[in-house]
């Protein structure tokens, strides 16, 4: 895992971003895996920016989503269909259809969540994965106790992500989703490059546990310490509790640039 603290969300976009450009330089036909949440909004502007500027193109790019609240309707803003559409489909030059997520309004859900599974194999697989992580130590929606090996299924939102997920619907925790259709931690540690970004105080023990804690369904991020290429991508606040933050500072001051993250 190589951990890099960065002093501004800016500079974690920017970071994350040149990740995509070169994977989408080197292999047009690449596909993305897209988080939701506020985290990586700041990346999708910077990728609408680069694309603005013909730095990155998507036209041939395929894209998996990680994740969807079960039962929003299909015109609700919330549904996270709606807003990767608003935030990438619409912004950049993805192909129609090349953009998918799980059908949080299936009528049968399991047969759903397989032939998500099936649909992210059958475009043999993502390349590089967004991630954020939730308070609890989630990735997409694995919550604690989450299987480490676990497929696309439906899961049950803790009430701390409810809690946290309520500012997004009103400030009302009533009105978020108890149930979500989620990638598992197996299909997400398939995903060859990881790049995981963490803003603000709220994510410091999350974090802790994810990059120097012991490996447990308890902190479900911290499955990623058995990933051969995981980027996670901090600011100060998330990295403050982090106990070997400044060799992670020093090593990354260090970097070589042709060695790319
Ligand atoms: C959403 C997702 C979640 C979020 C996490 C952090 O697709 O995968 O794991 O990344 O809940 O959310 P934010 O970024 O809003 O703090």
Redesign the pocket.
């Known amino acids: 895992m190589e951990v890099v603290i960065l002093p501004t969300q800016a500079a974690i976009a920017s970071a994350a971003a040149d990740c995509i450009e070169a994977l989408v330089g080197t292999t047009p036909t690449a596909v993305l895996g897209?988080?939701?949440?506020?985290?990586?909004l700041e990346l999708y502007n910077e990728l609408a920016e680069r694309f603005r500027a013909g730095r990155v193109k998507f036209a041939q790019a395929r894209a998996f989503?990680?994740?969807e609240y079960v039962g929003l309707s299909a015109s609700h803003p919330e549904r996270?269909r709606n807003v990767i559409e608003r935030e990438v489909g619409a912004r950049l030059d993805f192909a129609p259809g090349a953009i998918q997520g799980p059908n949080g309004l299936a009528d049968d859900l399991p047969a759903a969540c397989r032939a998500y599974e099936q649909a992210i194999k059958d475009a043999g697989g993502v390349d590089l994965q967004i991630?954020?992580?939730?308070?609890d130590g989630?990735?997409?929606?694995n919550e604690p106790g989450s299987s480490l090996a676990s497929r696309t299924r439906i899961k049950t939102l803790t009430p701390q992500?409810i809690a946290?997920?309520a500012r997004?619907f009103g400030g009302d925790p009533a009105q978020v989703p108890r149930h979500v259709l989620?990638q598992g931690l197996g299909t997400i540690m398939e995903a060859h490059h990881l790049v995981l970004?963490?803003?603000?105080r709220?994510?410091a023990e999350a974090v802790h546990h994810m990059v120097e804690g012991g490996v447990s369904a308890m902190w479900p991020a911290s499955i990623l310490q058995f990933h051969p290429h995981a980027t996670v991508l901090l600011d100060d606040a998330a990295a403050a509790r982090l106990q070997l933050a400044p060799y992670y500072r020093h090593a990354y001051a260090g970097k070589p640039a042709w060695q790319g993250l």
């Open positions: 897209l988080a939701t949440g506020s985290s990586p989503m990680l994740d996270y991630l954020g992580i939730g308070s989630h990735i997409a929606f992500t946290d997920n997004f989620t970004m963490a803003l603000g709220g994510k």
